[in-house]
């Protein structure tokens, strides 16, 4: 039987260029959100590693199974027996300038469950302020996949995923799509909050957004606002700006009322 509760948190940070440090940071959310009684948390994009240039993160790529970050994934999902969405880190691809921004997904027996390689790369140019992810990274070539979970499916997409709403409702019925991100302070300020709350109405589950959130040491300035959302578009919890956490729990009774009362689902045509 599936359960009908579940504690939940979402890690806000400001990564800047030391990794060690990075992880010490991350270490200490992981274990104060545990410690409130979250079973399921998720790191930011990039929680690892926020470089001065974008070939800097080439340096830290890691192979599949191999490397201190993983490891680090792996053994807190396992020292607090969580289930633990590793936001995003670089792995080595075929291309040896660019890496893929994996996330990966670890239980709480520090085994990995899933792994998404991103498939939507950002690119923006206002005025002075200008980014183009595919100088860096590799576009994932496996698809978006379904993590099967005790208590039901869950989706999960990086960042700039959050605008393409087909790749979310391309994974089916799910009851949780998880969103590691680092969204600008630009785009962030005006789109974040409306197309995460899109995505829950639309698909009528809840969504757990996981963010970069301050003014990083390679001088970008990131949204925050990590947040928790319920089935009906109803924000749960959301932390501003800062290292933090945004809590709450999942109610699956919730899905089924609102699937209930606003069958839209099964109203589709297309």
Known sequence: MQESLLPVAAVQMVS????????EQAARWIAQG???????????EYFCFMGRHDADKLALAEQPGEGPIQAFLASQAKQHKIW???????????????????????????????????I????????????????????????????????GEMSVGICYDLRFPEFFRSQGDVRL??????????????????????????NQCYVLASAQG????NGRRTWGHSMLIDPWGKVLACL????????GTLDFSRIESVRQSLPALRHRVL
């Open 16 to 23: 800047g260029l030391s990794v060690g440090d990075n992880l």
């Open 34 to 44: 545990a410690e409130n009684g979250a079973r399921l948390l998720v790191l930011p």
């Open 84 to 118: 633990l969405v590793g936001g995003s880190l670089p792995l080595h691809s075929p291309d040896p300038d660019r890496i893929y921004n994996a996330c990966l997904v670890f239980g709480p027996d520090g085994k990995q469950m899933a792994r998404y390689d991103k």
């Open 120 to 151: 939507h790369l950002f690119g923006f140019t206002k005025d002075s302020e200008s980014y183009d992810e595919s100088i860096s990274i590799r576009p994932g070539d496996n698809p978006p996949q379904v993590v099967h979970m005790p208590w």
């Open 177 to 202: 799509m998880v969103l590691p991100a680092a969204f600008t302070w630009t785009t962030g300020s005006v789109h974040w909050e409306i197309l995460l709350r899109a995505r829950a109405i639309e």
């Open 214 to 217: 301050g003014h990083h040491e």
């Open 240 to 247: 501003p700006e800062g290292p933090g956490l945004a809590a």
